[in-house]
């Protein structure tokens, strides 16, 4: 995206200009000077046939890398309205894709394009952009901007980096205040929570699109990492059926194509890793990641795992998942099978206090020691660590 610098304050008067680097945001649609485009004519009309191109450019420049590393060259030249409609035109295929993995993971993409602007220009442009986003925030002194602590708890929860963690945040007066780019990379969040809802399309539109489309979609299916991290693809030794509620659902989100966070990515990593699961097994896990890159994975998996000879990262304690919010004792509504939407009365147990003691009890088999390059038949040590270590704990598979 062109970074040009921006004279103080003037962006923010000219809404043209705005809407031209952030068309996701309401109001884009000025752009088009009041004509309507029908989702039949943004898919046929050859008017609109340069949109098209560079919107297809984007889907696939996201398919290969969420992280937005990749140009789309023809983005920077395009006017205003083509801007917007290639959006538009990305936005209603990818909601009428058969999965709405590719979707989340083209807003990861567009959030981060937008976010190398938002982290460069005058602070004045990023509270614009917060505000017709909805997350109003305030100027501070210097460059620094303050969140409502509500708004920064929404949108900071989502992000791995511990930094991010409201014990590390100026907290004045029921405000959070932040530096520029760290605000930046809050709205970043705002933004991919904004394009990752699905369009709603009508069946008889949807079949249109996916016809219209039909090589596109494919494409993309072609390119997209598959979300292997079934109970199928766990080693025999492995038995997922005894998991503990918080891991289930950690796989699940990930298997459905969500986000995890980064407390998240590093507890399942762990876990895996001592309940038996070799090296790849607990790479694929991540697939289903909307971000998900296959060499930051591996490289992160074989940190934690490798730790101690082989040993691995402790996962977390009962206490510290339910700190993260990533505690299902209650159950999850959300989850298919009733005997996960149920609460958990083995979790009340006043002894139970690890993930990996609830699985021992359950008759789970847990590694104790292993050779760092070789997956070894998991032992049964005696009892279960009441005040597990509690590491400085490295980066989480799969970090955006």
Known sequence: MCRTAIRHGALVRDGRSLYAEYPFLPGAESLLGGETVSVRALLEDPSYDRARSIGRAR????????????????????????????????????????????????????????????????????????????????????????????????????????????????????????????????????????????????????????????????????????????????????????????????????????NLSHAGRFALAAFLHRVGADFETIVDAYRGAPDFDESITRYQVEHITHRDGGVGYEPPECDTLRSHGLCFREGDPTAPSPADRERDPRCFDPHLRHPLQYYRLRGGRVVERRAPDEGAEPTAPAGAPDTPATPARPRSPGRR
Request: charged share 30%; hydrophobic share 45%; net charge positive.
């Open 59 to 258: 889907v696939l420049a996201a398919a290969d890398d969420p992280r937005a590393t990749r140009d789309v060259a023809e983005l920077d030249a395009a006017e205003p309205e083509v801007r917007y409609l290639s959006l538009l035109f990305d936005r209603i295929v990818l909601s009428a894709a058969p999965s709405s993995a590719a979707l989340r993971r083209w807003a990861v993409a567009e959030a981060k394009r937008s976010h190398g602007r938002l982290s460069e220009v005058p602070v004045e442009e990023l509270l614009e952009v917060a505000s017709r986003l909805g997350v109003p925030i305030e100027p501070r002194s210097g460059d620094r901007v303050a969140f409502r602590l509500a708004d920064y708890l929404h949108w900071a929860v989502p992000i791995r980096e511990a930094d991010f963690r409201l014990a590390r945040q100026e907290v004045d007066h029921g405000t959070v205040v932040v530096g520029r780019v760290r605000g930046a990379r809050i709205i970043e969040e705002a933004v991919r929570g904004r394009l990752a809802v699905p369009v709603p399309l009508a069946e008889d539109v949807r079949q249109l699109v996916r016809q219209r489309e039909a090589e596109l979609l494919d494409d993309v299916a072609r390119r997209m990492p598959a979300p292997v991290a079934r109970s199928s693809a766990l080693p025999g030794r492995v038995r997922p059926e005894l998991f503990p509620p918080c891991i289930r659902k950690m796989r699940r989100t990930l298997e459905a194509g969500e």
